[in-house]
């Protein structure tokens, strides 16, 4: 799991690095930019264009020191390296939330379902880090790789999330009938000719309408309706992708954990020995560990025939 999910993170990220450069972010190929229409709140309100290159800016550079944390070997070899990444991550995720929530209302239509999913992803993945610094600031070595699992496993439902939506509108193009309200300035920025854009969408004439550009209309969500319809099929389906992508990723993480037992028990005990070296109260359980706050079994001591003959526990990291 660790591989694919590293490789994915890894080349999920170089991908996106060129969308530091706005001019590629709101370029004309939609394969390599922002999503259609997301560049009209981008180019014509400075607080979208603030946020979308704060969040690019630091959520990306994060996500890319993050896949070398997970690294064993980089881990093990270069202690003081894996701290201070750890604190820029931080730094820089703490960032990214306020550029994300900026965004957060006009993000692929910005409907509650859509924001929903944004606030949840923030508030699920800043517990899972605050978790991860407390137990390793108590030298709890196994909860703190655990609550960072999980922390960048949620992250990663921003790349599920993509393909699931591109899936679901693809396939409710061809089996039905979806309809999705966009407004007349966003129909107008994508289509660039308002002479087609008041003949195929007569609301948006200021001759039929007080206040058109204003106006939102239901226009067909569907992949082969042109442009528009491109941009109603995939926000028909973001918030839906975003909710799946958390769920599947919630319990992906959670069975890995559960199949990795002795890795967390060979952690546990290197969180024994240096919490005993450093006289804390309870080695072994001085974290957030589930035996204090809920009804599961006191954790015990290895037995000696785990210890090496100078007593000290036969373990590494």
């Known amino acids: 799991m660790g591989f694919i999910f590293d490789g994915a993170l890894f080349g999920f990220v170089l991908a996106r690095f060129q969308l530091l ?12 930019s922002a999503a259609p229409g997301e560049c009209y709140w981008f180019e014509n309100f400075p607080r979208y264009r603030i946020g979308i290159m704060l969040h690019l800016g630091t959520i990306l550079p994060a996500g890319l ?5 997970f690294i064993p070997a980089i881990r093990h070899r270069f202690t003081l390296y894996h701290r201070i990444a750890g604190y820029t991550i931080l730094l820089l995720v703490l960032l990214s939330y306020a550029g994300a929530l900026m965004i957060a209302d006009h993000t692929f239509g910005g409907d509650p379902s859509v924001q929903g999913f944004i606030g949840f992803l923030t508030i699920i993945t800043a517990t899972a880090l605050v978790l991860a610094i407390i137990n390793i600031k108590k030298l709890q070595i ?39 309200p966009i407004s007349c ?15 195929n969408f007569p609301a948006c ?36 992708a975003g909710w799946l992508s958390i769920a599947i990723h919630m319990l992906g993480v959670e069975v890995y954990l559960r199949l990795t037992p002795r890795e967390a028990q060979r952690l546990r005990n290197v969180s024994y020995q240096r919490q005993l070296e450093a006289g804390m109260a309870s080695p072994g359980s001085a974290g957030l560990v589930r035996e204090r706050f809920a009804d599961a079994d006191v954790w015990v001591v ?13 373990v590494g990291f």
């Open 205 to 240: 004439d200021p001759a039929n309408a007080q206040f058109a550009m204003e106006n939102y209309i239901a226009i067909k969500a569907s992949m082969t309706a042109g442009l528009v319809g491109i941009v109603g099929a995939l926000r028909s389906n973001f918030g839906m």
């Open 21 to 32: 450069d706005f001019n590629k972010l709101c370029g004309s190929s939609i394969a390599s």
């Open 302 to 314: 290895p037995s000696l025939s785990t210890r090496s003959k100078d007593g000290n526990l036969c």
């Open 142 to 180: 196994e909860q703190h790789r655990a609550w960072m699992l999980r922390a960048w496993v949620y992250f990663g439902s921003i790349i599920s999330m993509r393909i699931i939506s591109f899936l679901a509108a693809a396939l409710g193009s061809r089996i039905s009938q979806q309809y999705t």
């Open 185 to 199: 300035a966003e129909i107008s920025y994508l289509l660039k000719n308002t002479t087609q854009v008041y003949h």
């Open 65 to 69: 020191l993050a896949v070398f944390q």
